[in-house]
């Protein structure tokens, strides 16, 4: 058993103008075997918040906490935090040419597991991983990311989820760009993960068709760089009919499809 | 990259074309250069050791070995083959040439393919000792051969460097600069190439405290392919320089060359200049040169410039780009973000700059000592 709690988060990037406030005090406190919708409209701090919790050097937390059960996650290096048991699947994966997916993928599990996987095994694992989420065994060659599709991505970042087994996971719009098919195929990869049991995620969304897929235990409305309303999966309901405009003040933003 | 530190702008046109260039084997038709000339204006001329203004004597000699199935003969400057590639084009040209004792040839005979590759090693005259030479590589017609020019040990050397593929060869010319810290090495690279010939020339280059490598392509019938690839690595105080020319004078051949370097430590210097002249003649030409810098710590600098000159607009393409950049934090991020510690993950991105430069490698035991080249540099700076 688990737990990820944020307390009183505030981040700020360097701009030209100085130092910029995105988030405003962030409380969430994620346990294992819970799933977190978090759900806002774009601009609102989403990516933000999980660069932060994963450690992306260009956003500064000024003040307040993040600890994996008891730890000081804003004390370790990116790293650290992924072989703690963070793992953030990123709204835009990075291409990174010349590195094959199959040494990446090896290379990444051997850091996450303490030791190389043997042969054999891991690549029966990644087979069988790959095939679940009907992607070719061709990528396996291919530089990470490069050229992928926004859905051969996102399926990436899932392969990766999949293989590296964390105790929390977020998931930053990992259903935006997704076709019908793919959303499914996406959305049973992080029900496996799932139902494997222990494991916690931060499921963050734009929109509510995912959440058809897969069920929220809780649903937090994020805006303005924080979170604003906390519920059960009835608030996306609410939000489905009645869209972000209670938060913004805007009307054009609609959280469904 | 996704920063660029220093973006070469538009492709420059020199105010003399270079197809106008003069070029002479007397040594004393060109004048001793200062440093500002547009041919010198980067390589630190006192570095030279006086190979540019005559007063480096030739006191001692740079032996050279060939193993393979190839001919090899070594001649002296009477042989008519000599200066069929080219002319020296530069002063340290024209001193070697006017200099050097005797020559190598080293021939692939007509219709004949070399199963292995040849190797040419070149070792240096010694510490603070002067020496110049000659090579000749000939692919004779529809001949196929890799030839490795390897470069070592210590000393003072300027050479030309002939490479003659005849109609319808297949010539890969790897050429590694493997030189010991103190070396200083000037090479005029001439290559002509026949109708239909292809030609792969690579230049690797590792070691030594100065070296210029110029390398030019001459294309005299149609039909011709030329790749010209280049990875570099500079540390602290080396400065090594790459000046291409190819020449598009004929109708419908291709030229693509690919530079990639990285540099880390104090002073660590690298020069990529990409000439490309196409003639009103050369109609159907097909170009494209790119260099890619990756620079490692603060205190390196690589200068890159690409110049695209062109008489004619009844071309298939021809481009350029010019990039240097830091590493790439979101790459960085990304792989560290997957439990990839730090100091791996920046050998991973470093080794992926090079991938597609050393796959093309088709020497095996170059590529893996270029790979194991790279991870030492690595190690080296704790990158
Ligand atoms: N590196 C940055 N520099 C300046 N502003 C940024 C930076 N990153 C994000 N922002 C701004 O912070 C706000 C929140 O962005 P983000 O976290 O990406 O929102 P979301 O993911 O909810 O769409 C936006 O207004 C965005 O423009
Ligand atoms: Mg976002």
Same mark, same amino acid.
Request: charged share 25%; aromatic share 6%.
């Given at each position: 058993?688990?737990?990820?709690?944020?307390?009183?988060?505030?981040?700020?990037?360097?701009?030209?103008?100085?130092?910029?406030?995105?988030?405003?005090?962030?409380?969430?406190?994620?346990?294992?075997?819970?799933?977190?919708?978090i759900?806002?409209?774009?601009?609102?701090?989403?990516?933000?918040?999980?660069?932060?919790?994963a450690?992306?050097?260009?956003?500064?937390?000024t003040?307040?906490?993040?600890?994996?059960?008891?730890?000081?996650?804003?004390?370790?290096?990116?790293?650290?935090?992924?072989?703690?048991?963070?793992?953030?699947?990123?709204?835009?994966?990075?291409?990174?040419?010349?590195?094959?997916?199959?040494?990446?993928?090896?290379?990444?599990?051997?850091?996450?597991?303490?030791?190389?996987?043997?042969?054999?095994?891991?690549?029966k694992?990644?087979?069988?991983?790959?095939?679940?989420?009907?992607?070719?065994?061709?990528?396996?060659?291919?530089?990470?990311?490069?050229?992928?599709?926004?859905?051969?991505?996102?399926?990436?970042?899932?392969?990766?989820?999949?293989?590296?087994?964390?105790?929390?996971?977020?998931?930053?719009?990992?259903?935006?760009?997704?076709?019908?098919?793919?959303?499914?195929?996406?959305?049973?990869?992080?029900?496996?993960?799932?139902?494997?049991?222990?494991?916690?995620?931060?499921?963050?969304?734009?929109?509510?068709?995912?959440?058809?897929h897969?069920?929220?235990?809780?649903?937090?409305?994020?805006?303005?760089g924080?979170?604003?309303?906390?519920?059960?999966?009835?608030?996306?309901? &609410?939000?489905?009919?009645?869209?972000?405009?209670?938060?913004?003040?805007? &009307?054009?933003?609609?959280?469904?499809? | 990259?996704?920063?660029?530190?220093?973006?070469?702008?538009?492709a420059?046109?020199?105010?003399?074309?270079? #197809?106008?260039?003069?070029?002479?084997?007397?040594?004393?038709?060109?004048?001793?250069?200062?440093?500002?000339?547009?041919?010198?204006? %980067?390589?630190?001329?006192?570095?030279?050791?006086?190979?540019?203004d005559?007063?480096?004597?030739?006191?001692?000699?740079?032996?050279?070995?060939?193993?393979?199935?190839?001919?090899?003969?070594?001649?002296?400057?009477?042989?008519?083959r000599?200066?069929?590639?080219?002319?020296? #084009?530069?002063?340290?040209?024209?001193?070697?040439?006017?200099?050097?004792?005797?020559?190598?040839?080293?021939?692939?005979?007509?219709?004949?393919?070399?199963? #292995?590759?040849? $190797?040419?090693?070149?070792?240096?005259?010694?510490?603070?000792?002067v020496?110049?030479?000659?090579?000749?590589?000939?692919?004779?017609?529809?001949?196929?051969?890799?030839?490795?020019? +390897?470069?070592?040990?210590?000393?003072?050397?300027?050479?030309?460097?002939?490479?003659?593929?005849?109609?319808?060869?297949k010539?890969?010319?790897?050429?590694? $600069?493997?030189?010991?810290?103190?070396?200083?090495?000037?090479?005029?690279?001439?290559?002509?190439?026949?109708?239909?010939? $292809?030609?792969?020339?690579?230049?690797?280059?590792?070691?030594?405290?100065?070296?210029r490598?110029?390398?030019?392509?001459? %294309?005299?019938?149609?039909?011709?392919?030329?790749?010209?690839?280049?990875?570099? %690595?500079? +540390?602290?105080?080396?400065? %090594?320089?790459?000046?291409?020319?190819?020449?598009?004078?004929?109708?419908?051949?291709?030229?693509?060359?690919?530079?990639?370097?990285?540099?880390q430590?104090?002073?660590?210097? $690298?020069?990529?200049?990409? +000439?490309?002249?196409?003639?009103a003649?050369?109609?159907?030409?097909?170009?494209?040169?790119?260099?890619?810098?990756?620079?490692?710590?603060?205190?390196?600098?690589?200068?890159?410039?690409?110049?695209?000159?062109?008489?004619?607009?009844?071309?298939?393409?021809? #481009?350029h780009?010019?990039?240097?950049?830091?590493?790439?934090?979101?790459?960085?991020?990304?792989?560290?973000?997957?439990?990839?510690?730090?100091?791996?993950?920046?050998?991973?991105?470093?080794?992926?700059?090079?991938?597609?430069?050393?796959?093309?490698?088709?020497?095996?035991?170059?590529?893996?000592?270029?790979?194991?080249?790279?991870?030492?540099?690595?190690?080296?700076?704790?990158?």
């Amino acid at each position: 058993m688990s737990t990820l709690e944020i307390k009183d988060l505030h981040v700020a990037v360097n701009t030209d103008e100085g130092q910029k406030e995105l988030l405003h005090g962030v409380n969430l406190t994620i346990k294992s075997d819970e799933t977190h919708a978090i759900m806002g409209p774009n601009g609102s701090g989403k990516s933000t918040l999980s660069y932060a919790i994963a450690g992306h050097p260009k956003y500064e937390v000024t003040s307040g906490s993040v600890t994996l059960d008891g730890e000081d996650v804003l004390e370790m290096s990116v790293d650290e935090r992924a072989r703690a048991g963070l793992f953030l699947a990123m709204q835009y994966p990075v291409e990174v040419p010349g590195v094959s997916m199959s040494n990446f993928l090896r290379t990444a599990a051997t850091a996450v597991r303490g030791e190389a996987p043997k042969l054999r095994h891991w690549v029966k694992e990644v087979k069988e991983s790959m095939g679940a989420l009907d992607i070719d065994p061709a990528f396996a060659e291919r530089s990470v990311n490069e050229g992928f599709s926004g859905g051969e991505k996102k399926r990436h970042e899932i392969l990766q989820l999949d293989l590296l087994n964390p105790k929390f996971a977020i998931l930053d719009e990992t259903d935006s760009g997704l076709d019908v098919d793919a959303l499914r195929v996406v959305s049973e990869g992080v029900n496996r993960y799932r139902e494997d049991g222990g494991h916690g995620i931060m499921l963050i969304t734009h929109y509510t068709r995912i959440l058809k897929h897969i069920k929220p235990d809780f649903v937090h409305v994020f805006a303005g760089g924080k979170v604003v309303e906390s519920g059960g999966p009835e608030l996306a309901d &609410k939000l489905e009919e009645e869209g972000y405009v209670a938060y913004t003040g805007n &009307k054009k933003e609609a959280a469904t499809v | 990259m996704s920063t660029n530190v220093a973006e070469a702008a538009e492709a420059v046109v020199p105010e003399v074309s270079k #197809g106008e260039r003069f070029r002479s084997y007397d040594v004393d038709a060109f004048e001793v250069p200062g440093g500002r000339e547009e041919d010198w204006r %980067f390589t630190p001329m006192r570095r030279l050791r006086g190979l540019h203004d005559g007063s480096a004597e030739p006191s001692g000699s740079a032996t050279v070995e060939v193993i393979g199935e190839a001919s090899v003969e070594t001649v002296d400057r009477t042989d008519s083959r000599l200066g069929e590639a080219g002319i020296p #084009g530069d002063r340290i040209a024209a001193q070697a040439y006017s200099a050097f004792e005797t020559a190598t040839v080293v021939s692939v005979p007509a219709e004949t393919k070399l199963e #292995g590759p040849v $190797t040419v090693t070149v070792t240096g005259p010694g510490t603070d000792q002067v020496a110049y030479g000659h090579i000749q590589v000939r692919a004779e017609r529809f001949a196929e051969a890799t030839v490795v020019l +390897d470069h070592r040990g210590s000393g003072i050397y300027a050479d030309n460097v002939e490479i003659v593929a005849g109609d319808g060869a297949k010539l890969s010319v790897v050429v590694v $600069t493997d030189w010991a810290d103190d070396a200083v090495h000037v090479s005029a690279q001439h290559t002509k190439l026949g109708r239909d010939a $292809t030609l792969r020339h690579t230049l690797v280059a590792l070691g030594g405290d100065l070296v210029r490598v110029s390398p030019t392509v001459q %294309f005299s019938q149609p039909g011709a392919d030329a790749e010209l690839d280049g990875l570099y %690595f500079a +540390d602290a105080h080396q400065h %090594f320089e790459h000046r291409l020319f190819v020449d598009h004078a004929v109708p419908n051949c291709r030229s693509n060359v690919v530079y990639k370097g990285a540099l880390q430590g104090v002073d660590a210097h $690298t020069v990529w200049i990409g +000439d490309v002249l196409i003639r009103a003649a050369a109609e159907g030409t097909e170009t494209f040169e790119l260099n890619r810098n990756l620079v490692l710590t603060q205190g390196a600098r690589a200068d890159s410039v690409p110049n695209l000159e062109i008489e004619t607009g009844e071309i298939v393409s021809a #481009g350029h780009a010019s990039a240097t950049g830091r590493f790439d934090d979101e790459q960085l991020f990304y792989l560290q973000a997957r439990g990839i510690p730090e100091d791996q993950a920046r050998r991973l991105v470093v080794r992926g700059f090079f991938h597609e430069l050393l796959m093309k490698i088709d020497v095996p035991e170059v590529r893996e000592r270029l790979e194991s080249a790279i991870e030492a540099e690595l190690e080296a700076v704790g990158a």
